[in-house]
């Protein structure tokens, strides 16, 4: 897994998860609080009006699954026309889970996911408690997912607001992925040039992934994929 710090100046193709979805659906509401969620905001607007290192506008991608992990009363046409709203960019691809990434999928995860026990282990490594055991395998199997679609599409980045799920579990196949967290990235915002990669990996993926046990992870809020949007 790399570490270091990264140049966002180099992120022109960039993959959002479904937390970062939810996030800036969050920050919408006028009493909105959280500095994470505002800032993701912020972060989005940033890359949107400035262009990554060639001069050219950068693309976002957005894996199909998002879709039926954010929760609203809309179909998903107007979910889709509510995400290009709040994104205010006009070079998104939505990217299904095609072949090449089912593939890919297969090959590298299907042989160490596909017995429960394995998954019910990675669950307990990530901090979810045994009665917790179907949602998370339902959590991982789709976070696996997306995260490989960033692989098979080749994106230089994966932003996620999930440290609890997502985050360990991109490392873990190692596709790099960045916490839209405040405190990881360089100020003033107006100049923003660096992501703090090592910082982040030091905070939530201590030693890897198959060291992890329960209570080695900092105590921090629910992320913004477990709260239902307010249409």
Known sequence: MAI???????WKTIMLDSSVIIALFMSQAE??????????????????SHNSGDGKPRKFLIPTIVLSEVI??????????RILRVLNSNNVEFVDFDFATSMLFNHHLKPNIIKRKNLNKLALEIGFKSGDYGMAREWIHRDFMIAMSGKAHEVDVI????????YPLSNK?????????????????SSIIE??????????????LKDFRIGEQPK??????TEKVKS
Do not use: M
Not at 72 to 81: A, S, V
Not at 173 to 189: E, Q, S, V
Not at 200 to 208: D, G, M, T
């Open 4 to 10: 270091g710090n990264k140049s966002i100046v180099d």
């Open 31 to 48: 009493e909105v609080k959280d500095e994470d969620i505002r800032f993701t905001k912020d972060l989005i607007d940033f890359l949107n």
């Open 72 to 81: 609203t009363i809309e179909d998903d046409q107007e979910k889709i026309k």
């Open 159 to 166: 932003l996620t607001a999930d440290c609890k799920t997502f």
């Open 173 to 189: 196949i190692d596709a790099f992925c960045a916490l839209t967290y405040k405190r990881f990235f360089n100020k003033p915002f």
């Open 195 to 208: 992501y703090y990669h090592l910082k982040a990996v030091e905070e939530y993926y201590p030693k890897n």
């Open 220 to 225: 921090v809020q629910d992320h913004p994929r």
